[in-house]
């Protein structure tokens, strides 16, 4: 998996080179603004409810010593799951509805990568496309949010909370390669098979995940470019996964 991992990071060093070559940069305006938007609407409400939810953890503390240094706590985890509660959902938001935006890159990739211009895949339309990307979110946002809630409790318990930290960030890594990938896998599987083949590339979407939630950590560019870089990065290693796996160039 360590190799795959490896190999989901090492393809976003040629993505912004081959955006430009292909010239698809026009694709990713929609999915750019879209991305923006989101960003404002999410964080800032985060922002703004961080403290409340660090008041309302410090109340579970009734004794008076220690209570300052709890509350210093709260406010922390607080901010905390409003952080990764709110990167869940972004991550999700512009995934599922930029999904008809990207499938295009994705078939343009595939073309150049496998010299192929005329293709057997599944035909799908733009509703499709939008339903498979919201329907796929979904499913992940949910398995998400399921395995986020336990990790962050571990946050309270000393040492295990290191391991913790890094439990939650390789899991939002997955899911969020998981999204990227499925913008070439939808031409090729149905949504169970999806899934399936994720789960067997799985160090693939945790590589790609990986540099994607670094690119959201830069300030402001980095809600603007990490569509476009993450998505042609995941691209190009689906479509060698593909290529490894032996799957036939047919509609499925």
């Given at each position: ?239 060698n996964a593909l290529k490894s796996n032996n799957k036939p160039q047919h509609a499925v």
């Amino acid at each position: 998996m360590l190799k795959n991992i490896i190999s989901g990071i090492k393809a976003y060093f040629g993505a912004f080179g081959l955006i430009t070559k292909l010239k698809l940069w026009k694709y990713f305006a929609i999915p750019m603004l879209i991305s923006v938007i989101t960003a404002i609407i999410i964080f800032g409400s985060a922002y703004a409810l961080s403290d409340n939810i660090g008041h309302f953890i410090a109340k579970i503390w009734i004794w008076d010593w220690g209570h300052e240094t709890f509350t210093t706590i709260s406010a922390f985890i607080g901010g905390l799951v409003i952080l990764v509660i709110g990167l869940i959902l972004f991550k999700h938001i512009i995934m599922a509805l930029s999904a008809p935006f990207m499938s295009p890159v994705s078939e343009k990739i595939e073309a150049h990568i496998t010299g192929k211009t005329i293709h057997y895949h599944r035909n799908t339309t733009f509703k499709e496309q939008l339903w498979r990307g919201i329907r796929v979110n979904v499913r992940n946002l949910g398995m998400e949010l399921l395995y986020t809630i336990p990790i962050l409790l571990l946050k309270f318990i000393p040492v295990i909370n290191i391991f913790s930290s890094v439990l939650l960030f390789l899991m939002q890594a997955y899911y969020a390669g998981f999204g990227n990938m499925d913008y070439t896998l939808e031409r090729h599987f149905k949504y169970q098979e999806s899934i399936q083949f994720v789960k067997k590339n799985r160090g693939i979407a945790i590589g790609n995940g990986i540099v994607f939630l670094l690119i959201l950590l830069i300030p402001i560019i980095g809600f603007v470019l990490v569509l476009p870089l993450s998505v042609t990065a995941a691209s190009v290693t689906t479509i060698n996964a593909l290529k490894s796996n032996n799957k036939p160039q047919h509609a499925v």
